[in-house]
């Protein structure tokens, strides 16, 4: 078992395009739980040596977990400068429990909500969310490619984003009370297989060199089909500048809805002018992705 998880472990590290290793290298988690039982077992078994480098193993595995739960401290809130509460839900296409959606905007009343995987069917089941949110802009779609941001705040520009030969986000410029911030809705390509890992590889590229070049605040939120962890990930902070509103909160598992034996691919992420707070992972909706939320001002 232990020489299985550490082949395993290694071979995440070098996914390349191979789905099933690009999807393991999400699990660092649960590669430590592994590792951390294995031990157990050897030191029952007397087989020292054996538990003390699943110990190890343990450790390595989990040694780019611990910083999210440590990360700088939200600074006090200025209060020339609101915080804009956003919350976020990957709903589900053939989701039917629509209205655990809309009762959970009501319970936390955020400022803007972006959805993604609505259809026609979900539209209308929505319909009342315009009352309270009078601008929106919605982008159904009857595959998994449907948008919908809902706002109290005004937008302007709102728009589809072609990235990488696809459309995989939509984007809007939000006018709040200190200043316009662009807001970037995305969901790139599940990673099924190779060449979907390449296309939503390429999608969080363009997206990262979008957010990199812009010339004003922006705020990337959504579905990106990857954790912090994942290989593809790291152009969102390298060539983006994208910090991640989890800094400081913890893992926050998203996908699947199992809680702890989640990992999180549904992010919250902001440039450096914008300052990120009060991250949270909300409750199930009857999706297979958690909701999540945070608090976002201008710095």
């Known amino acids: ?4 998880l550490g082949v395993a472990y290694a071979a995440a590290q070098f996914a390349g395009q191979n789905a099933f290793l690009d999807n393991l290298s999400n699990f660092p988690v649960h590669f ?3 590792f951390l039982a294995s031990a157990a077992v050897l030191t029952a078994l007397k087989s020292r040596a054996w538990a003390l480098a699943c110990a190890a193993a343990a450790a390595l595995a989990i040694a780019p977990v611990v910083p999210w739960y440590f990360g700088p401290a939200a600074g006090p809130t200025d209060a020339a400068r609101p915080q804009v509460k956003l919350l976020v ?3 589900r ?3 039917q429990q629509r209205d655990r959606l809309k009762r959970l905007v009501a319970q936390e009343s955020p400022d803007v909500v972006g959805l993604i995987e609505v259809n026609s069917a979900w539209l209308r089941e929505l319909q009342s969310l315009r009352s309270g949110y009078a601008h929106h802009f919605e982008v159904p779609s009857e595959g998994f490619a449907g948008f919908a941001l809902y706002s109290r705040l005004p937008i302007e520009g709102a728009r589809i984003m072609q990235v990488a030969g696809s459309t995989p986000a939509i984007a809007a410029k ?6 316009e911030i662009e807001i970037i809705l995305a969901h790139p390509t599940s990673p099924l297989n190779a060449e ?3 296309l939503r590889n390429e999608q969080l590229l363009a997206l990262a060199q979008y957010v990199g070049a812009a010339q004003g605040p922006v705020v990337l939120a959504g579905d990106l089909n990857l954790t912090m962890w994942n290989r593809g990930y790291r152009p969102l902070a390298d060539v983006g500048g994208l910090q991640n509103a989890r800094d400081g909160h913890g893992v926050g598992p998203t996908w699947p809805y199992t809680g702890w034996l989640g990992v999180p691919i549904d992010h919250v992420l902001a440039t450096p ?4 707070r009060n991250f949270r992972v ?3 909706i009857g999706s297979d992705h958690l909701p999540i939320s945070a608090e976002f001002s201008l710095r």
């Open 1 to 4: 078992m232990a020489v299985a």
């Open 32 to 34: 430590a739980a592994g």
């Open 89 to 91: 839900s990957n709903v």
């Open 93 to 95: 296409l053939t989701n």
């Open 174 to 179: 939000l006018k709040t009370a200190s200043g």
């Open 196 to 198: 979907f890992i390449r």
């Open 273 to 276: 002018d914008v300052a990120l």
């Open 282 to 284: 909300l409750d199930a």
